[in-house]
């Protein structure tokens, strides 16, 4: 049978070359530490976690929580791996990292379909291939990438905007309008020139997140952020990403003295990103001065801002919901290549390109799971989401339909997970071939 090549070690490549040897499908996992390093990782270990030890909070209330149960039930190394390492961590799951890296390395080096090269891979490989590169993917590679896709369909850095819940904005504030009366997509919140002051006056104030010093970035100035611009001066903002012109408040007949407008992020319109907002403060400070706008005092936060060096592509625009490229039959990406954020998130959309390109191997179709699970709404929203400005996304309630019914935030979210769980074992039961082997229960 085909061999397959998974590109990129960690958390994303991993879990996919397990996945691919489970299927019974040979796997070249090509990895170039500990030969050439990455300015974040510290060992040669494959899955080395670079930074915080969590990989989320767990509990049936919890997005991420629905998240590690999929990935338990699909038989996640990543998950396997981390319950035998786990460390006390409150209401989340965290890993002693040295174990949790260890363990991961040791099984796919012992196991006979896998064959890891320790090599850096500069041209996207003949054949059935997974791209994994991660975060700081190698400059040959993405020199490569660029070659083949475009140089706008990647990006170096995150400078994303914070997103909302649609339900948690209260829409009796807001109006909806586009500027000059052009299509009305936007929901806007206006301001007084009070509310602007005492907002403007929290902003310079806010703290910002330190990034390390490789981080540190050289911004276009139509990414500088937020917090960044209102050090300018008063004014800038009012001329910048809170300017009212052509932005009439329909009950006034008059334009605001400062607007922030909220972007839909997704087709089922469940996200709504503030236009602008690109910011890299800590996020309790996020969500202070957020809650400070008219129209967002209970705005619930299910993305925050971030700023930081990123490699990742267009996926809206490159990739389908089964993670293969668009008009590239056998070529998937996965991690935060492919557009989402977070450990967990990337070993489980590394899950899904390897059953997938199994699938390929064995002359399968690829699948997606459903949209009522979390990775089934991850992945829909990286095929389907506003390619503009698209920024990565990570495990949160909005990315799978809401449940209805008159029930409190917590019984929904209740339900939610056990919709979804349910939906994602019935998918999982129907695959052929099976999955065969699950995680061993914590
Ligand atoms: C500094 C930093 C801190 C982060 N902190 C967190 C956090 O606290 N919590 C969280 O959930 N997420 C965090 N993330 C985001 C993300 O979840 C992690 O980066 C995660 O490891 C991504 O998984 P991945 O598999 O996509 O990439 P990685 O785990 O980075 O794996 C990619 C692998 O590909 C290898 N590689 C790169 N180029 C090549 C090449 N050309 N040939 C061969 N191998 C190559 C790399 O060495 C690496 O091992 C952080 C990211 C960064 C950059």
């Known amino acids: 049978m085909e061999r397959v090549n998974v590109v990129g070690g960690g958390l994303a490549g991993s879990e996919a070359a397990w996945t691919l040897a489970r299927l019974g499908v040979p796997v070249r996992l090509y990895e170039m530490r500990p030969k050439r390093m990455t300015p974040a990782h510290a060992t040669g270990h494959l899955a080395e976690i670079v930074c915080s030890n969590s990989l989320g909070g767990e509990g049936t209330a919890n997005a991420k929580g629905l998240l590690q149960a999929e990935m338990r039930l ?68 993405a020199e490569a990438l660029r070659r083949r896709f475009g140089d706008h369909f990647l990006s170096y850095y995150d400078a994303a905007s914070p997103i909302v819940l649609y339900e948690s904005i209260d829409l009796g504030k807001c109006f909806r309008a586009g500027r000059y009366g052009q ?35 050289q911004f276009f100035e139509a990414c500088v952020p937020v917090e960044e611009l209102a050090q300018r001066g008063y004014q800038t903002l009012l001329f910048g990403p809170l300017k009212p ?20 992020e997704d087709k089922a319109g469940r996200l709504w990103s503030l236009v602008g907002f690109q910011t890299g403060l800590k996020w309790p400070e996020q969500k202070r001065l957020i809650q400070m706008i008219p129209g967002l005092e209970n705005a ?22 089964t993670l293969e490229f668009q008009g590239a039959e056998g070529l998937f990406a996965a991690g935060v290549l492919a557009g989402v954020e977070g450990y967990l998130e990337s070993a489980a959309t590394g899950f899904l390109a390897g059953l ?35 920024q990565p996304m990570y495990a949160n309630w909005g990315l799978v339909p809401p449940v209805e019914g008159r029930m409190g935030k917590r019984e929904k979210r209740e339900a939610m997970y056990q919709r979804g769980l349910s939906a994602f074992a019935r998918w999982l039961q129907a695959l052929t071939p099976p999955l065969p082997a699950k995680a061993p229960a914590s």
């Not at 299910?302 to 592509?313: D, I, K, Q, S």
């Not at 390109?357 to 990286?382: I, K, M």
């Open 74 to 141: 699909a038989g996640s190394l990543v998950m396997e791996a981390a319950l035998r390492a786990r460390v006390p961590a409150g209401g989340a799951l965290a890993v002693d990292r040295e174990e949790f890296s260890g363990y991961i390395t040791e099984r796919l080096s012992r196991h006979p379909r896998v064959e890891v090269v320790r090599e850096e891979v500069g041209e996207i490989p003949e054949g059935i291939t997974i791209l994994a590169t991660g975060p700081l993917t190698s400059e040959a590679l």
């Open 183 to 217: 299509s009305a997509d936007y929901l806007n919140c206006p301001m007084t020139e009070e509310e602007y002051r005492r907002f403007y006056e929290a902003l310079v104030a806010a703290e910002r997140h330190v990034p390390h010093e490789w981080e540190n970035l």
């Open 245 to 264: 012109v052509g932005l009439k408040d329909p009950r006034t007949g008059k334009e605001p003295f400062a607007v922030v407008q909220l972007r839909q």
């Open 300 to 321: 619930e936060i299910v993305r925050y801002g971030v700023m930081h060096r990123n490699t990742y592509l267009n996926a809206p625009r490159l990739l389908r919901e």
């Open 356 to 390: 997938n390109a199994a699938r390929r191997a064995l002359g399968l179709s690829p699948v997606a799971p459903p949209e009522e699970s979390l990775l089934g709404g991850l992945v829909r929203y990286l095929a389907t989401a506003n390619p503009e400005g698209f």
